[in-house]
């Protein structure tokens, strides 16, 4: 869901803002390979989401053939919830960037403006045609770093 808001978000025929969110969108790339990212990681989450049990086999001299899998289970979890945090990050960078390119300023509801002011603390508007990996990375750890600590059994 959050890749398909950040297409509408690029998308001038629906947000009606610059085409990708760049200023100077005749020129400029803008959020375009940004949005790239994110579909493919969707694209790697759903390859991710293949039941892990699939690659079963026969062990213990053929004595066994029900294997538990739960290990890559949940190194495929691990890594579809990185993926969904980056990609989160990812519209969170879109998101500030569509209120700053906003034709009027209505004004933001408190939460949202908290969300707004943490991602400007750590990624400033984006004004040039400069790639968005280090911005991506920065909003990454932003969400990384806000997310509470698990406790230890």
Request: proline fraction near 6%; hydrophobic fraction near 45%.
């Amino acid at each position: 869901m959050a890749e398909r808001r950040l297409d509408r978000l690029v998308n001038p025929l629906v947000s009606g803002l610059p085409a990708f969110l760049a200023a100077d969108s005749g020129v400029c790339s803008g959020f375009m390979i940004a949005q790239y990212t994110a579909v493919s990681l969707v694209a790697e989450n759903r390859r991710l989401a293949g039941p892990a049990s699939l690659d079963g086999g026969i062990t213990s001299a053929l004595q066994e053939d029900d294997i538990s899998h739960a290990t890559p289970a949940a190194l495929k979890l691990l890594g579809i919830l990185e993926n969904t945090e980056r990609i989160l990050a990812i519209e969170l960078l879109a998101a500030a960037q569509a209120y700053d390119l906003r034709p009027e300023d209505g004004g933001r509801a408190q939460g949202t403006d908290a969300v707004y002011q943490a991602v400007r603390s750590v990624v400033g508007p984006y004004a040039d045609d400069r790639p968005l990996a280090g911005d991506m990375e920065c909003a990454f750890n932003m969400i990384c770093r806000s997310t509470p600590a698990q406790s230890s059994p």
